[in-house]
């Protein structure tokens, strides 16, 4: 494998904080939020040669982008593989760099989700806007009542089965990543709640109960990510791309069996590329649309055995100050999440690699390495695993 | 029959065949003449070997639930007024699992690995839905 640790970083972050926002467009967010995120990294337009950006909504593309933003950008990258999408595209910036494609690109997303009263998780059918079903797959699956949030809750319920995990250590997850949005002023749920409160909560779909869902937001931001050539022009220290891994998962056939989920097989690429183990790791961006996302992702990363991801997730070690600190932000369970959150995931990830929250709770001590892992799609059907490691010089 | 207000499925050259099945109480999965593997859902060629020497073969209506769950929330017509209910994977006795509601049973008493049969509803006079109850 060609050494890449040190060509391409995230040089720039935005992040939107509106959590609603109806008299905005989308292409305005991404617009406001590109802008901020150049200014950012110290860049300005014309630094800009690539465009990556992934949308629910088809009017939104790469393509509508450009021309929002009057861009004639050479490299368009259009991947859609749901919410993990963004660390999708960060690993093709690395490609695209590494092969003198592309000298600085913007990776973009936002969604008006909440403004616009979608049902993200409970929605069933109809959910995505599709007037009928399509032959295969969705006529033997969507006939059946099928949400997202369904779809988790099967995997949730065969874990409990298989390995004796229970609601209340899937809650101590609910639990840690609210107490690191009490420190995000911009955070949608900001007040601490205990295992109790989770396990005592309304029940969406058994076993996961309304607070092992994430939170339904607008919102959207912007990542700049250049080569180490254009680094050097750049405002803050660059956070390198050190690794990055992509998989997907499905059902195989109906045979495959989804309690492995796709990080599984996008961390060994990444932990290989960057030169690390698990031990280095000094915190972790984890998608959490829902709890158990959290859980599956952290066994099939390796950070546990499969099984084991119960006893992993308890007493603290998910806290700043723990073992594994995850989420700081307060992840898509208590911060935002537009629908597909995982651009959010590198903005935490370079924040905390920056030291931007020195001297406060939220800061990780002596970040140097941090890992993103974005899932998109659902556990139960089908999903993308995406992996990507990050570091400071 | 009562009225039938959730989604109907769509059919098509690729699935016919399973949809004419159901309407006579049959349920069809496919098998590749050339790897021999099961598959599900139906599609066009062997997902195992990508040849195109598919058929169709009746299953024995049997299986296990794989996993569940209850569902207590989904705004979509159809299935709002029918909350809650149970949402399944089901792997049948062939290997392959489909999924499923699981149907003429308490959602409390549903678990995994409890034995299921296929069970057929008419939606309309062209399709019969396939759900899986307790086995008799």
């Known amino acids: 494998m060609p050494d890449l640790k040190r060509t391409a970083a995230i040089v720039g972050i935005h992040e939107h904080v509106t959590r609603y926002a109806p008299d905005k467009s989308e292409l305005q967010i991404q617009g406001e939020s590109v802008i901020k995120a150049l200014e950012d990294a110290g860049l300005a337009k014309q630094d800009v040669d690539g465009l990556l950006t992934a949308s629910s909504s088809s009017r939104n593309s790469g393509l509508a982008l450009a021309d929002y933003l009057n861009m004639y950008p050479s490299y368009v990258d259009n991947t859609t593989v749901g919410g993990g999408s963004f660390e999708f595209h960060l690993s093709h910036c690395l490609n695209a760099i590494a ?68 609601s209340e250590q899937l809650a101590e997850i609910a639990v840690a990543v609210r107490h690191h949005a009490s420190m995000n002023p911009e955070a949608l749920f900001r007040n601490p709640i205990t295992v109790e409160d989770v396990v005592n909560s309304r029940m969406i779909s058994a076993p996961l109960h309304l607070p092992d869902c994430c939170v339904i937001t607008d919102g959207g931001g912007a990542v700049v990510v250049a080569s180490a050539e254009v680094v050097r022009n750049c405002r803050h220290t660059p956070v390198w791309v050190l690794g990055a891994g992509e998989a997907v998962a499905h059902q195989g056939a109906g045979k495959r069996d989804l309690q492995y989920i796709a990080a599984r097989q996008s961390h060994g690429p990444a932990f290989e590329m960057a030169g690390v183990t698990h031990d280095d790791i000094d915190m972790a961006m984890i998608y959490d649309s829902f709890t158990i996302t959290v859980l599956e992702t952290l066994e099939d990363l390796g950070f546990c055995e499969k099984g084991e991801g119960g006893d992993f997730v308890s007493g603290g070690r998910l806290k700043v100050g723990g073992e594994l600190p995850i989420n700081t932000d307060g992840g898509g369970l208590s911060s935002n999440h537009p629908g597909m959150r995982g651009i959010f995931l590198l903005m935490e990830a370079t924040r905390q690699l920056r030291h931007e929250f020195e001297g406060t709770p939220r800061q990780v001590p002596n970040c140097n390495i941090a890992l993103c892992h974005g899932t998109g799609g659902a556990l139960g059907t089908r999903h993308s695993g995406g992996t990507a490691i990050l570091g400071r010089d | 029959m009562t009225t039938w207000n959730k989604p109907l499925p769509t059919v098509s050259g690729e699935t016919r065949p399973f949809w004419d099945a159901c309407r006579r109480g049959q349920l069809l999965i496919q098998k590749c003449d050339r790897c021999g593997e099961f598959q599900f859902y139906p599609r066009g060629i062997c997902a195992n070997c990508w040849s195109e020497d598919i058929r169709w073969v009746t299953a024995s209506g049997k299986g296990t639930v794989w996993t569940y769950t209850v569902t207590y929330q989904n705004r979509t017509p159809g299935f709002a007024e029918d909350v809650p209910y149970v949402l399944a994977l089901v792997e049948l006795e062939e290997g392959v699992r489909m999924f499923t509601n699981i149907v003429e049973c308490p959602p409390r008493d549903v678990s995994i690995g409890m034995p299921v049969e296929v069970t057929f509803v008419q939606a309309n006079n062209q399709i019969s839905v396939p759900y899986f109850k307790p086995a008799g």
């Not at chain 1, 600085?104 to 998780?121: E, H, M, N, P």
Request: with cysteine.
């Open chain 1, 99 to 166: 092969a003198g494609r592309m000298n600085c690109a913007v990776i973009t997303y936002s969604s008006l989700a909440r403004s616009g009263g979608v049902s993200v998780g409970t929605g069933g059918v109809g959910r995505f806007g599709h007037p009928r079903l399509e032959p295969s797959p969705d006529s033997f699956e969507e006939l059946y009542g099928l949400t997202t949030v369904g779809l988790y809750a099967m995997i949730a319920q065969r874990h409990m089965h298989l390995y004796g995990t229970t």
